[in-house]
């Protein structure tokens, strides 16, 4: 991944956010959580999963709940194939 990206669930209560570069859309809020990939994920059925690396701060800060199959592949560690 290049660079990162803020919660848009916690910039859209930010006000107003400081534009640090408006042809590139690249906003200042320092008090918001920042993402820069992804975690991907294996069920035990073979069902690959991948979320955005903010997923634990959408869970613990916006009360999000991610698919059932996504917790037991959370709960289950398997290996993704093709993964290091």
């Given at each position: 991944?290049?660079?990162?990206?803020?919660?848009?669930?916690?910039?859209?209560?930010?006000?107003?956010?400081?534009?640090?570069?408006?042809?590139?859309?690249l906003y200042e809020a320092p008090d918001v959580a920042r993402g820069?990939?992804?975690?991907?994920?294996?069920?035990?059925?073979?069902?690959?999963?991948?979320?955005?690396?903010?997923?634990?701060?959408?869970?613990?800060e916006h009360r999000y709940l991610p698919p059932d199959g996504f917790?037991?592949?959370?709960?289950?560690?398997?290996?993704?194939?093709?993964?290091?």
């Amino acid at each position: 991944m290049r660079g990162y990206h803020y919660c848009q669930f916690c910039q859209a209560a930010v006000e107003p956010p400081r534009v640090i570069r408006a042809d590139i859309r690249l906003y200042e809020a320092p008090d918001v959580a920042r993402g820069n990939g992804e975690i991907w994920l294996t069920g035990a059925d073979g069902t690959n999963f991948a979320a955005p690396a903010l997923i634990g701060h959408y869970v613990e800060e916006h009360r999000y709940l991610p698919p059932d199959g996504f917790i037991e592949a959370v709960r289950s560690g398997v290996s993704t194939p093709g993964v290091a």
